[in-house]
């Protein structure tokens, strides 16, 4: 059997610090397999990432070694030149070809939107589009019986499903290290979105079928979790918690029947969620909800392809508020058919929910084989011929930018509960991290018994 360097590239902790998921479910399928696994997530190593990474490889000698690259940027228009990633992890994989001439597999979500084009732009030996459990094992054991393979390898079989998905191997000083910057761990209950949302990665990523854990097989994991490393914070990182199956209610009956008494939170979609469900998701333990609002008013809303309006988000919130449950909202301004008029009419229907947070964003970042990509191309916004490795962002071309900016940010200043642009959020957490809380922290905001106006 092989020894298998993983490597979490990711460096960012904004809005807070994420456990590399991906990295620990990948770490377990190899066990399994028999091989000798060394995780190392570059995270915990901020004041000189390459110092670990020439230590690991001389004392462990790593027969392979695979980089998972969560994000291609930060998909904010405001970031800085820093704010793009791929820089850095070139870096990397520099500095372990200098070490060594073992082969360097790339994976990850970010590498799966543009294999072709990160693979090159970094230099690495193969890659892995996709969940990697199966494929990584089977590229190793072809690379070591010199067995002819592609240097990208595409899924080819049925995606991982109920009886095949791997409890994520966490190691004790990661979590460690994550509960006590972020005050929570991450756990995925399901894969693929199904929505045809035409600026999301996800259908690419995880493709567009549904695919669910059984709900004991999860129940089991969360129990662990909270016995062995005594975690009794969690945050689901299912692209949209509430499915149209009804599967997350089981998960939730489950936890409410095994007496799992963890605190959680995770994305959701707006949809009419009953008095009586939202009950019993409190039960369970659901202490914040991220709804994925995304466009404020009807007109934007179908301009990203949504197939619900804003009246559904605006009675979501106030039945939240009725359970007592926080929520905040992400809206992008910008979208396709956006003018001064949407604008105006998405900051006024915003004024409408109350005890809620809101993060806005200004344009939407293009991604390669996305609607948003097409419509852009259309309207001669970007070219046939960009790859969009750089950031790219759509903005309606019936309004200026600028105007929108400045349009948002003095609306959104009154507010104490309202975030734009994204940096305003992110420095107000921090703020609120030195005071040593922990957690999702913009929950802290809401206050049920009076609107958040300052």
């Known amino acids: 059997m092989s020894r298998v360097l993983l ?11 994420v456990y590399p998921l991906g990295m620990a479910l990948v770490a377990a399928s190899l066990e399994k397999e028999g091989h000798h696994v060394k995780q190392l997530d570059l995270v915990r190593h901020l004041e000189n990432i390459f110092q670990p990474i020439v230590r690991t490889i001389k004392e462990f000698d790593p027969d392979f070694i695979g980089i998972s690259i969560r994000n291609i940027d930060s998909v904010d228009s405001f970031a800085p030149e820093g704010a793009w990633y791929l820089d850095k992890v070139k870096d990397i994989v520099g500095q372990i070809k200098d070490l060594t001439q073992k082969p360097v597999i790339l994976g990850g979500p970010a590498f799966s939107i543009m294999p072709e084009l990160i693979l090159e732009f970094l230099n690495a030996d193969f890659g892995i589009v996709g969940e990697g459990e199966i494929l990584l094992n089977q590229l190793i054991y072809d690379l070591t019986n010199k067995i002819s393979t592609k240097k990208i390898i595409f899924p080819t079989q049925t995606p991982i499903d109920q009886k095949r998905f791997f409890s994520p191997l966490y190691e004790q000083k990661l979590v460690d290290y994550y509960f006590d910057h972020s005050g929570m761990l991450n756990y995925q209950t399901k894969r693929g979105c199904p929505h045809g949302c035409n600026y999301c ?6 493709g567009k079928k549904i695919r669910c ?8 994991n969360l129990i662990r979790l909270k016995e062995k490393f005594n975690v009794d914070t969690l945050f689901f990182t299912d692209a949209i918690f509430n499915d149209h199956q009804g599967e997350y209610l089981k998960v939730v009956e489950r936890m409410i029947e095994k007496k799992c008494n963890m605190r959680w939170a995770a994305y959701f ?8 469900e939202l009950k019993m ?22 301009g990203i392809n949504k197939s619900f309006d804003f009246d559904t988000i605006l009675t ?11 929520c905040a909202h992400f809206f992008m301004f910008g979208g396709p058919g956006e003018t001064q008029k949407t604008v105006q009419e998405g900051i006024n229907n915003i004024e409408q929910l109350e005890n809620c947070v809101v993060f806005a964003f200004s344009g939407i970042r293009i991604l390669p084989n996305t609607g948003i990509q097409k419509i852009a191309i259309d309207q001669g916004i970007i070219s046939s011929g960009n790859t969009l490795l750089k950031p790219c962002y759509y903005v309606s071309q019936l309004l200026d930018k600028d105007w929108m900016d400045d349009t948002l940010k003095a609306a959104f200043k009154k507010r104490k509960d309202r975030f734009f642009p994204p ?10 991290k030195l005071f040593g809380l922990k957690g999702l922290l913009w929950d802290l905001v809401v206050n049920f018994k009076n609107p958040n106006k300052e």
Do not use: H, W
Request: hydrophobic share 35%; with cysteine.
């Open 423 to 432: 940096e305003d959020g992110y420095m107000r957490m921090r703020a609120l």
């Open 213 to 220: 854990q059984d709900p004991d097989f999860i129940v089991e």
């Open 269 to 276: 979609r707006p949809e009419k969620m009953s008095p009586s």
């Open 7 to 17: 490597i979490s590239s990711n460096t960012t902790t904004d809005p807070m610090a």
């Open 316 to 326: 979501l919130n106030e039945n939240c508020i009725k359970a007592q449950i926080p």
């Open 201 to 206: 990665s996800y259908p690419l990523i995880e």
């Open 281 to 302: 998701l409190k039960k369970s333990g659901l202490y914040a909800m991220e709804i994925g609002s995304d466009a404020a008013c009807d007109t934007t809303l179908k």
